[in-house]
């Protein structure tokens, strides 16, 4: 079977360009190696999509799944390890080894957390190093708990887990926090958080647990250890792009580049969502970056088919 488009990535940029090209009548596959959703699934509150109101990541990514799932779009498990452009037509092949044809294709494959890289994080990964406070933090009930890192995602992830009555210490390497001014607001009035700023991770002390982590303070360079129950690291994201690192349409930081049209170098292969270079990584432009990119691989198809 050859499809007219596959779609590498069930987010949000994902799932709108799968109802996008659907509703033009194309033959789609959504292909996704984790829950459909993607970083959505592991945010606590939205309250920036337009016309939802405040939702839960779950809710939200249900809900766009479901959406997909009424207009009959197929939809499979893939952890896809390449794309090939062999002209008119691209492979997408995944670790299983399965091969899928199709015509385009549109990666939507998000980003990972980054990790600080400092000794004994590896070790004591999911033994009280975190990167997912919906997932780990009722574990640290009643507990003190390290969150690293100062923009939204950090902020908003630290309230969320004052809710779970847990105390949080925010540690920046910056002296200021990059959060918008309403995050940090409300991260203040929990009367929870309290802040290290222009501080910077040495490393993490424990066996079977975290115990400890040792500090350096950037100006003075004292350095100290003190003890946390857990860390929760919110420090930036790396593109999940390896799967067409080799066509060409990356840039030095691994983010495909793509125009306004979401096209890339490469006639018929598309970049959606936070994978993309982009100034914003909201689920909001996300969603439009999928609708563009369907609508660019309608009008395509209908090019190549002339």
């Excluded at 999509?49 to 799932?69: A, D, R």
């Excluded at 980054?114 to 009722?138: F, N």
């Amino acid at each position: 079977m050859i499809y007219d488009v596959v779609i590498i990535g069930a987010g949000p940029g994902g799932m709108t360009a799968a109802i996008y090209a659907q509703r033009s009548n194309l033959k789609v596959l959504m292909l996704e190696k984790g829950a459909p959703g993607g970083m959505m699934m592991s945010t606590w509150e939205i309250e920036n999509y337009t016309g939802v109101g405040k939702v839960t990541g779950f809710e939200l990514s249900e809900k766009m799944f479901n959406h997909t799932q009424e207009l009959g779009i197929e939809y499979q498990y893939g952890d896809v390890e390449v794309v090939r452009d062999l002209g008119e037509l691209k492979e997408v092949v995944t670790a299983e080894g399965t091969v899928y044809q199709t015509r385009t294709v549109i990666v939507s494959t998000g980003t990972t957390p980054r990790s600080l890289g400092v000794p004994g994080e590896e070790r004591l990964k999911s033994r009280g190093i975190s990167w997912c406070a919906v997932c780990d933090g009722p574990f640290f009930k009643d507990k003190h708990v390290l969150v690293a890192g100062g923009g939204n995602s950090a902020i908003e992830e630290a309230i969320y887990l004052t809710t779970m009555n847990v105390t949080v210490t925010v540690l920046n390497i910056l002296d200021t926090l990059q959060a918008d001014a309403k995050a940090i607001e409300q991260a203040k009035a929990t009367n929870k958080i309290d802040f290290l700023l222009g501080y910077e991770i040495l490393e993490f002390h424990g066996e079977t647990k975290l115990e400890a982590v040792t500090i350096r303070n950037n100006h003075t360079e004292a350095v100290e250890t003190r003890t946390f129950d857990g860390v929760f690291e919110f420090i930036g994201a790396t593109p999940e792009s390896t799967a067409v690192k080799d066509l060409g349409i990356t840039n030095d930081w691994g983010y495909i580049e793509t125009n306004a049209k979401m096209e890339t170098k490469v006639p018929g292969i598309y970049g959606v969502g936070d994978v993309t270079q982009k100034a914003l990584r909201q689920i909001i432009t996300a969603a439009n970056d999928g609708a563009i990119a369907a609508q660019a691989a309608a009008k395509y198809l209908e090019s190549v088919k002339r």
